[in-house]
């Protein structure tokens, strides 16, 4: 069976990519079943979406554990435990990464058992408005690709057949860039291999444990203290950030940091200061502010800055 | 053929329309809200020709329902979890009032704490109201048991309301191949709806709903809801023979897999049974001999196939999506106190609870499940309930309890606030 985990983060169209791959396996005769699987919506937060492909009836269901192949949409998303791209790989794992750095620098960083593919297919789109929304195209163009059984006409076929809903326009940039993913990957056609099922001759024993009586005070779900979710570093979901041209800012404070839906703007000083810890870089405090004073950033660019600096 | 990637959600709503419902009255709640969504589309865009009122509450929502249904005509609605429960003072109610309709219930965990991942709390909050459940593990399967529910719920001698389950995620938003029968098969299946003595109309006024004092008139009516119930297996049995010979499915009370022959069974509900499957597969090749039963009709409960399929085994595994707190799994329950005492009754039934808020059961889980009942069979000691959870999963609470600043006895952070 094949066993395909897309990792993205939500907006990036993991949901599409298995969906366009779901139905390219299916055009191609298979047996297929696809799902996306996320938490509340949460866009920019780390999501996956999978499909498990064969010739017979597929009884398997839910989550992937094993996969034969990982695809990610964007590189900043491995280093995130909650991402958990690296959740179940084998050696018989095909990890492909869209990242500017070669594959031999993630196979020592990631110490990956598996083969790993990596390639920049999105960085024409990555800096333009609205470009993340190819990324699902992109990255089942090129699982098509490795898994080396679906041929193109198929894959374009997918894309029509998942496309429905939008313009003509939309559905050939689509294809444009599927194409383009699935021609860069055909060197690398078939490196995917079906996988078997879990053995029950000999497997590993589930470490069951019986679960402890705990106090109330401790097994009610209750979250003790104010602000435990400043903890949580959401600016992680974050892949272009806004950034305060302090020269433009006419100090008034109150529009950006009103209309910021996470709180992550305070005024300090008569100044407003970004709480990147927190700031998703949903760009909203951009288009209300009145003196055009906040301008957007790539992430990476900006990382790069920081680093520098 | 016309087969297509169908999500289960959208699934149910293949089955509506193919059933040609008359009315939907709806209210919306993840993980179900996509199939009244596409009824909705569907509706608007003129390929179906029904009605479709939104409601202010589930609790709304079924009163409405069960309203439509007396004055005759063809009703579907959908909910999910919060929503059942909410509507559940009306689930007894429209049982009561013996009006036929379709209930689509996606499963998902109740809260608190809340969830929006699956398992059977909901739906079996629901088993005691008087509606007859019929549980899915594919998203075929779904499309198919709305066919089959309408013909249920509305056969005269029934007259009840059908609930028919699907899981959240595991089905509602996963896509498998489905195949979408003929509408003109479709029909013609489900047949049009007589409504009979179901005609409550302005011009013919009846009293619904009526109160009766005295434990005579009260117990009469109540029971006949369970010899009704009752009944529905035979009628059932006549549906779904009806079902295989136009569609070529077959849909028996209790799916039986791989059961022939086998010493040992796991018995579960849901679209986890296909995961039990795909385990039956791997221990059979490893030379187990072991079969799953799925019962998909669990109310009325499938009592004689039951014994039937389980007289002469060794033992059986019940894994249930779900806790009755203070008692265990209630699919367990169900199965002894179905089987105790029978003739060739399996002398243990181990009880596993797994699956709880969508949490996944590997396929080592069922393996190490047929390990431990082989276990108990051998000693022929029915063993405690086991609830599938590792350390690994106590070491990660464990950090999130450390994030909530609960106070742990051994030792965890203890914080002043």
Known sequence: MYRIRFHGRGGQGMKMASHILGTAFFLAGFEVQDAPRFGAERRGAPIFAYVRAQRDPIKERGIISHPGLILVADESLVPMPAAGILDGVEKSSVLFLNSREDAATWKKRLNFPGKILAMDLIGADLNVPGGQRFFGAICAGAAAALVGVIPEDILLQAIEAELTHVEAEVIRENKTRALAAFQAMMEYSGIVKEGGGRQAAKFKKPEWIEVPFDEAGVSAPAIHGSRTSELMKTGAWRLRRPVINTSRCKGCWWVCSTFCPDSAIVAKDGRPHIDYDHCKGCMICMVQCSAHAITLVNEYEAEEADKSE | MNKQMLTGNVA???????????????????????????????????VMDATMTTLDSEHSMLTAAGGAAATGVRVFTATSSQGLLYGMEMMYALAGWRVPLVLINVSRGLGAPITLEPDHNDVLAARDSGFLQLHCSTCQEILDSILIAFRLAEDKRIRLPVLVNLDGFYLSYTREPVIIPEPKEARDFVGPYDPGTVRFKADAPI??????????????FRYEVQVAARKALEVYEEIAAEFQA??????????????????????????????????????????????????????PFPDRDLRILA??????????????????????TEVTSSLYGQPGAPPVIAGFVGGLGGRDIAAEEFYQ?????????????????????????LTAMRKLQTIAHAVRPEGGRDEKH
């Open chain 2, 311 to 332: 007289a002469g085994r060794k033992g059986i595994a019940v894994v249930d999506q779900n806790l009755s707190f203070g008692r265990g799994g209630i699919l367990h």
């Open chain 2, 12 to 46: 149910a709503a293949w089955g509506a329309r193919l059933a040609g419902i008359d009315y939907l009255p709806a209210f919306p709640i993840s993980p179900q809200t996509e199939i009244i969504e596409t009824v909705a589309e569907w509706i608007d865009t003129g």
């Open chain 2, 207 to 220: 009293s619904e709903a009526v109160a009766v004092l005295g434990g005579e008139a009260y117990s009469y």
């Open chain 2, 246 to 299: 136009a569609f070529g499915r077959s849909y028996d009370k209790i799916d039986a897999y791989r059961a022939d022959g086998a010493e040992y069974l796991f018995l579960m509900i849901g679209s986890f049974a296909t995961k039990a499957m795909d385990a039956v597969d791997q221990l059979r090749a490893a030379g187990w001999k072991i079969g799953l039963l799925r019962p998909r009709l669990l109310r």
């Open chain 2, 369 to 393: 499940m047929a390990e431990d009942l082989k276990k108990a069979c051998r000693k022929g000691v029915q063993p405690p309930m086991r609830l599938l959870y590792t350390a690994g999963e």
